[in-house]
């Protein structure tokens, strides 16, 4: 039987977590596309979230990141 993998595009860089993004003709509708939209989201991701070994452990640190996103703390004590 013949190995295809070899010929198979991959999505993931080898030395990191992160997707490749495929390059779009047109950046209007090219550049909106799932698969474009969704491994740029996933590269702005911190390392912390993308490295999870379990999916639950995935969904508490993406919900604990967007929550620092939308409600940032400025979590410095005044001096007294």
Known sequence: MEDIS???PRLR???SSSLIVSRTRLPTVGDRAFPVA???VWN???DLVTSAPYVAVFRSRL???LFNISY???C????Q
């Open 13 to 15: 860089s080898s030395s």
């Open 76 to 79: 410095t004590v005044p001096a």
């Open 44 to 46: 702005s991701l911190p």
């Open 63 to 65: 919900k604990t990141h």
């Open 72 to 74: 940032p703390c400025d």
């Open 38 to 40: 969704a491994a740029r």
């Open 6 to 8: 070899p010929s198979l």
